[in-house]
């Protein structure tokens, strides 16, 4: 049983990066559906086994932070708001402890790291769909995004994977399949870019950088045949790139100089007076959302939490982050590369997202303290080796 569970959230982690494609009756996205399983699944194994496996420390002040979430119900201002997002929270708790207790060895943590990869070609492959067909996602901007996905939301989910996959390509052992899940991985990095860019998101631009430094940083690790093939599917995606991304793309400066940033500008500055009226334990779980307050998210992170739950909520969701960021870089030279680099692409993307509550976030998290637990415990995986 305890192997059904594990298959099970492979597929749930598929279908994360394209989580809002597809709902299943009034039971929600199939991801919901699929998550909800996965759950029951590995409970009953773990009830038979009797046994769970001892909670990290990030693990400790996740639930802190979660129950914080829980007792600022009985201050927040939207309770309607509220009850969502801790019902979310709680369901986020429950995916970290389940990878947690069923990712116990490195080929474990690989198999997910793949399932995630796979899922993103999915967002990818419905992006460009939808740009062939000339679906935009807005009449006045030729912008493109698939999977029912929020443009800026795509392009960071599909930045965040551009490290993985490089490290899985680069990592890869011989074989047959292996050179065929090579293949699919060193392919995922021109192709995420084009998706990227199609989304025009000028965050993107900014977010990417890490992934670069971190690919550039590791190209000698690539024999040359690759790195012929890939500067040729980069260069190959070029002329199918459309003019009004570049052009949506070039505006980026003249956005960050009049501190707009799409609008962003004001609801910053909103969201600060929300918090200053309420520092130390903010307004509620999600009631950012409610009519009376902003009635829309503060697309920064960082702000939603302080505004929301309060310095007290900020401490622990820094205190999580800080955990996590020790987690990854204590972990050997080549691993400590690939989180930081997904960890930086991730704090620069939810600076204009509101992503607390989202699968991704903790997802990347739980995945990054599970990589220090298995690294650690394992002396003889060296910095040059692949996860085996």
């Known amino acids: ?57 990030f693990h400790m002040v996740m639930f802190l932070f979660i129950l914080w979430n829980v007792v600022s119900f009985f201050w927040c201002v939207g309770i309607d708001e509220a009850v969502e997002r801790i019902k979310t929270y709680i369901q986020l708790a ?9 990712y116990t060895t490195p080929l474990a943590l690989k198999a997910a790291l793949q399932a995630y990869i ?8 419905s992006t460009i769909f939808n740009y062939l067909a000339g679906q935009k996602i807005d009449v006045y901007e030729e912008r493109y995004a698939g999977a029912n996905i929020n443009a800026n939301d795509l392009a960071l989910i599909l930045a965040l994977a551009l490290p993985i ?12 399949k292996n050179t065929v899940l090579t293949l699919i991985n060193y392919a995922y990095v021109p192709a995420a870019l084009f998706a990227i860019i199609l989304s025009a998101s000028r965050m993107a631009l900014f977010a990417i950088v890490p992934a670069v430094v971190y ?22 995606t070029l002329p199918f ?8 793309l070039a505006t980026t400066g003249a956005s960050l100089s009049t501190g707009d940033i799409g609008g962003r500008g004001r609801l910053w500055e909103a969201t600060i007076a929300v918090y200053l009226e309420h520092p ?25 939490v302080l505004a929301e739950l309060g310095l007290i909520g900020f401490i622990l969701f820094v205190i ?41 976030t903790w997802l990347f998290l739980s995945l990054v303290v599970i990589s220090a637990s298995l690294f650690r415990r394992d002396e003889s995986v060296g910095e040059s080796s692949p996860i085996r």
Do not use: C
């Open 1 to 57: 049983m305890r192997t059904v569970a594990f298959l099970l959230s492979l597929v749930l982690v598929f279908t994360i990066p394209w989580e809002d494609a597809l709902t299943v009756g009034g039971l929600g996205t199939l991801t919901r559906v699929i998550g909800m399983l996965t759950a029951m699944v590995w409970f009953s194994s773990a009830i038979f086994a009797r046994r769970f496996r001892k909670p990290h420390p």
């Open 94 to 102: 429950m995916l970290a402890w389940i990878l947690w207790d069923l």
């Open 118 to 125: 796979l899922g993103a070609y999915v967002t990818i492959g």
């Open 165 to 176: 996959a490089w490290y899985l390509a680069v990592s890869a052992t011989t074989g047959k």
């Open 215 to 236: 690919i550039v940083g590791t190209a000698n690790r690539l024999k040359p045949l690759y790195r012929v093939l890939i500067l040729a599917a980069l260069l190959g």
């Open 241 to 248: 790139i459309p003019q009004s991304s570049i052009e949506r």
């Open 280 to 304: 130390l334990r903010g307004i509620g779980s999600g009631a950012l959302n409610a009519p009376n307050v902003l009635g829309t998210v503060a697309h920064n992170t960082f702000l939603s």
């Open 320 to 360: 999580m982050l800080a955990i996590v960021a020790y987690q990854a870089v204590t972990q050997s030279k080549w691993l400590a590369a690939l989180w930081t680099s997904v960890l930086l692409i991730w704090a620069i993307g939810v600076f204009t997202l509101t992503w607390e509550y989202r699968k991704t």
